[in-house]
């Protein structure tokens, strides 16, 4: 749970991956629940699995100092793009939206998007307006899918939005971070691809946690305007990546699944500003 010290000191520094959770400009928006989020376990995780890259060439022939090394190890496990690259700007203006996309009520306080033209497409699937997903939940809109239903791991036709997130926010407590791997071509079309990421920690679904990352990758478009607010944006992933995660541990009882499912998320009901999975 989030002190008041805490969240006073948040309101100060804002957050440096997401937009519009702080200031002028968001003193009339309306919150899911009654107050801009916390990510500060989110950033964590991030921070810590970002992709593993290497810094080739200046080692060999300008070797750092022995008290560098820890710094030579840090630089050479985790990816960070320079600040005001177009991939730094797609990463964080990708969580502002899907930040707001999850914790505000309301598509004119959505100021990542463009709200009269904005639509999602998933897999080559139908377009779903701004609208549709602050009413059916981003899990659900990304999850949707035309297989028989007995061919289906996830069934957001029965999920709200409040199950479908309490469902992943319970499964992964440390959050569901992402990150942009490589960007290939500028505004106001830009292709991408991306990572998303978890440990399983909670149950989901009736299957037993198993304490390790679960992981998908995928590719997206996404058109913006002269202001870079998305107008459109598409996705194309394989859900099995992320499902043969979430359904490798065993099946469990009912009686249990809602015992560890309240265990996992009790901290959450209690304050909402804790309120995190993306």
């Known amino acids: ?11 100060i520094m804002g ?61 050479r496990n985790l990816q960070e793009w320079p600040k005001g690259s ?11 939206w899907d930040m707001e996309f999850s914790h505000k009520t309301r598509l004119k306080d959505c100021k990542s998007i463009n709200p009269d033209k904005f639509k999602l497409f998933v897999n080559g699937g139908e377009g779903t307006s701004g609208e ?17 239903k007995e061919f289906q791991y996830y069934k957001p036709e029965e999920e709200t939005f409040e199950s479908s997130h309490e469902a992943f926010r319970s ?11 490589a960007v290939y071509t500028g505004p106001p079309e830009i292709v991408f691809k991306f990572r998303h990421w978890g440990f399983s920690e909670g149950p989901f679904k009736g ?3 198993t304490g390790e990352m679960v992981q998908f990758s995928g590719l997206a478009t996404l058109k ?8 459109e944006v598409e996705l194309y992933y394989d859900p099995a990546e992320l499902f043969g995660g979430l359904l490798k541990g065993p099946p469990i009882s009912e009686s249990h699944t809602d015992h560890e499912a309240n265990k996992s998320s009790g901290a959450t009901h209690g304050c909402p500003f804790s309120r995190q999975i993306v």
């Open 15 to 75: 957050n440096k991956y997401r937009s519009f959770l702080y200031g002028e400009g968001e003193k009339s928006t309306e919150w899911r629940h009654g107050g801009p989020p916390s990510f500060d376990k989110v950033d964590k995780l991030f921070e810590e699995g970002r992709t593993k890259v290497h810094v080739d060439g200046w080692m060999a022939f300008n070797p750092p100092p022995f008290s560098s090394l820890s710094l030579l190890i840090v630089a």
């Open 132 to 148: 549709e997903i602050l009413r059916l939940g981003t899990y659900n809109v990304l999850l949707k899918n035309s297989l028989p």
């Open 224 to 231: 913006v305007d002269e202001s870079l607010r998305a107008e």
């Open 207 to 209: 299957h037993a946690p």
């Open 1 to 11: 749970m989030a002190t008041r010290e805490e969240a006073a000191e948040a309101k």
């Open 86 to 96: 177009l991939e730094e700007t797609i990463q964080n203006a990708l969580k502002s």
């Open 171 to 181: 499964t992964f407590p440390r959050g569901f971070a992402w990150e942009v791997l």
